[in-house]
């Protein structure tokens, strides 16, 4: 066998279904091993970025690494960006990208970049594969690693000679069926009792549910032990959904990306679980919302992370689910077996006061002309949730429009995708893309900002051509919109280089063979919406919107407690 076609059939033994990319000559004998391969779909795509944002919103949705596939040199130079947006977000996809031959490497001839090098920095691994004899072994190791552990990106380069060159294949092909988690260490049953016994000494504890939760899939198992604690559940936004957003326990996000309200829950917590959170600066406003002497709990896959942001943690290693369920059950053995129902949850004292908080800081949100032109973001956020409830793929893009579009309901996991740790631009769109893949008869939405959408929307071309059908709504007001907000609120209106002009985005949404609309009437935005959903086509609704709207800032709220 040639090392490009064990390459497809590693990729088909571990479960891998479509692979992303831009075609080169120096992958041809990849992308001809997979055309005789009808088990993956190879996607072209117009921009490496675009590849690899489809393969993290994919395994966003499913717990499962997509492959993505460039050129030598200037293709895979085109990686890092969305690379590191996964290794922040701890998101596993495989990415390959091509080479020159072995005997021209490191003479800086024509495409000889050090991309091994390169990647280093945004990779949780990454290797050159040295000879077609490897590449069954290179494929195994880099299979396990992205989904192994702490999942994240992992890249090999191949040089030509490699892939064309003859090897003999594994005899069995290793790893099958990949998905995360590869595997469940179990946590230290003393430890996990100890941490009982700290959590039922607490008046007020609290659950913080981070992404280790959803990549472990143990959201049964957290809200069970929510049910039977009464305890309140925040998550970070790598975790929306683990717990439904409209679940009387569930109070949200917490931290400089969500609400009021679960700050609130967290600043005035006598003790807190932390489940596959990282505590990072995003969740606790530059770590302002854990009194001092608080005790916290962190349980987590990775050593370490434990102790990283607050070392005085009551540590636990081990997985998000195993740990749950060592919990749940030592709880169970304590107090009984007695979940608490809905009614009975959403009475308890700490809990109403809670949603009462949660209910104002909503209709204080929405207490707005919402039949202004321009048309105000709050109206999107409504519509869009009375259209879809919460269980759509809701793909959310980076700046001003997040603080509107960040406070959708979200009712099932998986649903959520948002760059969190990096915040990139030019994320939601291919995301939702990469998600619809996943899930085609889940409706998609995008909701994301104009200077977001331009940095990607020549692949609305590749939505039409594969038949994506995302709904992409821009956030329109013709600007870097959080910059304009700080160089108003900081800086005394002084504008220099966030203000720009924007074609019509439906118009050029038509020309892709899309369904485009442009809307200025607050009146039309629910048909339009309505109508885009039903053209079973990828859509651009390019909503023009007040562009000095904007909410009150949490992290601005909280400053006065620092």
């Not at 395994?59 to 596939?69: D, I, K, Q, S, W």
């Not at 925040?234 to 009387?248: C, F, K, N, Q, W």
């Not at 569930?250 to 931290?255: A, M, Q, T």
Request: net charge negative; proline share 7%.
């Amino acid at each position: 066998m040639k090392g490009a076609e064990i390459i497809v059939e590693a990729l088909v033994q571990a479960g891998i279904r479509f692979v992303a990319g831009v075609s080169g000559d120096s992958v041809l004998e990849i992308l001809d091993a997979l055309y005789e391969n009808p088990a993956i779909e190879y996607i072209p795509v117009r921009h490496e970025q675009v590849s690899v944002s489809m393969a993290d919103g994919y395994a966003r949705a499913t717990g499962r690494p997509m492959a993505v596939l460039t050129h030598v040199g200037p293709g895979a130079l085109n990686l890092p960006l969305g690379l590191c947006n996964a290794l922040k977000d701890s998101v596993p996809l495989l990415a390959m990208s091509g080479n020159i031959n072995s005997v021209r490497l490191g003479r800086d001839a024509w495409h000889d970049v050090d991309v091994v090098s390169t990647l280093r920095p945004v990779t949780k691994w990454n290797t050159e594969c040295k000879s077609p004899a490897e590449v069954g072994e290179v494929m195994r190791r880099a299979l396990m690693e992205a989904a192994g552990g702490r999942p994240g990106p992992v890249h090999v380069s191949f040089p030509k000679d490699v892939l064309s060159g003859d090897a003999r294949g594994p005899e069995v092909y290793e790893p099958r069926d990949v998905s995360v988690p590869m595997e469940r260490p179990e946590p230290d049953p003393e430890r996990v009792e100890k941490a009982v016994e700290m959590f039922m000494e607490a008046e007020n504890p609290l659950l913080f549910a981070g992404g280790g939760v959803q990549w472990s899939d143990a959201c049964e198992e957290l809200r069970a032990v929510a049910e039977t604690t009464g305890a309140p559940v925040v998550t970070t936004d790598s975790a929306r959904g683990a717990i439904p957003e409209d679940h009387p326990l569930s109070f949200g996000v917490v931290g400089s990306l969500g609400k009021v309200t679960p700050c609130e829950a967290m600043r005035n917590s006598d003790l807190v679980l932390g489940i596959g959170a990282r505590f990072s600066d995003l969740s606790t406003i530059e770590w302002s919302l854990i009194g001092e002497g608080v005790p916290i709990i962190q349980v987590d896959l990775d050593p370490n992370e434990i102790g990283r942001q607050y070392p005085s943690a009551y540590g636990i290693e081990g997985d998000a689910r195993r740990f749950l369920a060592g919990f749940l059950s030592e709880i169970r053995n304590r107090n009984g077996d007695s979940p608490k129902g809905p009614d009975e949850l959403a009475a308890l004292p700490r809990i109403r006061e809670l949603r009462e908080m949660a209910d104002q800081e909503w209709a204080d949100l929405m207490d707005k002309d919402l039949n202004a032109k321009p048309i105000l973001p709050q109206l999107i956020l409504r519509e869009a949730m009375d259209l879809l409830g919460g269980e759509a793929i809701v793909s959310v893009g980076a700046g001003t429009h997040t603080t509107f579009a960040g406070k959708y309901v979200v009712g099932k996991t998986r649903r959520l995708l948002r760059s969190v740790g990096l915040g990139q631009m030019g994320f939601s769109f291919p995301a939702a893309m990469g998600a619809k893949l996943a899930l085609p008869d889940v409706p998609a939405l995008v909701m994301t900002g104009d200077g977001d959408f331009t940095m990607v929307m020549q692949d609305l071309e590749t939505a039409v051509r594969r038949n994506l059908a995302v709904v992409v709504v821009v956030f329109n007001d013709f600007s870097m919109g959080a910059v304009r907000h700080f160089q108003k609120n900081q800086h005394g209106g002084r504008y220099i280089g966030v203000e720009h002009n924007n074609p019509d985005f439906a118009e050029m949404a038509k020309l892709f063979g899309a369904h485009g609309e442009r809307v200025e009437d607050p009146a039309r935005l629910r048909p339009a919406l309505e109508e885009a959903f039903a053209s079973g086509k990828p859509a651009v609704l390019d909503v023009i919107i007040d562009r000095d709207e904007t909410p009150k800032s949490v992290r601005a709220f909280y400053q006065k407690f620092k």
